[in-house]
């Protein structure tokens, strides 16, 4: 469902997106082709991690971004045993996470909006929480400049929704500006005794966290 007088908005989002993942590619060339021989050098082959994803409206897309995990094996099934020292500081750094601008300018996602997440979890969402599919998922968002991964799936859900609700370039822009912050000081990264963030239990109510 589009807002009234979202349209504007929508298209000039839209090209921002374009221009900054041109731009983003481009500079981050150097940087993705250092840290694909590092992944095959530390962790092996592939070096891109590929997974289907809901995006907008629900519809499924292929989210890249580089690995971080051994592959799973009957020695490493969780996600705490498949994360390797080298995926662990790739992670804190954020640079996993450049391959994403190909979605971006794909149109799949865009450089900010709710993140995208398991296609299980769309069973599980509140009718509110859903709303947090109305938008392209983003790059960073929100939620993601509130905590990350370090608050609970009820908070996270309900600052994506937030985001629909009161979406603009400007927030955009704020949202653009603290992810840096937060990225440099390597904050909320994983959730306390998890690799990265425990399953969505599904419900409104997440404040026991395991």
Not at 31 to 47: D, F, N, Q, S, T
């Amino acid at each position: 469902m589009t807002r009234p007088g979202a349209r504007p908005y929508d298209v000039v989002k839209r090209g921002l997106d374009v221009v900054g993942a041109v731009l983003g590619l481009i500079v981050s060339a150097p940087v993705m082709v250092a840290v694909a021989i590092a992944i095959a050098v530390h962790i092996g082959r592939p070096v891109l991690f590929v997974q289907r994803r809901p995006g907008r409206q629900g519809q499924p897309f292929h989210l890249l971004k580089f690995r971080s995990m051994l592959p799973t094996s009957p020695n490493h099934v969780a996600d705490e045993d498949r994360l390797t020292e080298f995926g662990r500081r790739l992670r804190a750094s954020s640079l996993d996470e450049l391959p994403t601008l190909w979605n971006v300018l794909k149109g799949d996602m865009s450089l900010v909006g709710p993140r995208p997440l398991l296609p299980e979890y769309l069973s599980r969402y509140s009718p509110e929480q859903a709303r947090r599919h109305e938008v392209r998922p983003g790059i960073t968002g929100l939620a993601q400049v509130r905590g990350r991964n370090a608050i609970t799936w009820e908070e996270r859900l309900y600052w994506d929704v937030v985001y629909v609700d009161h979406r603009s370039l400007a927030l955009d822009a704020r949202i653009l500006a603290q992810t840096f912050a937060v990225v440099l000081r390597r904050e909320g990264v994983a959730a306390p005794g998890h690799a990265t963030m425990y399953a969505f239990p599904g419900g409104e109510n997440d404040r026991n966290r395991p």
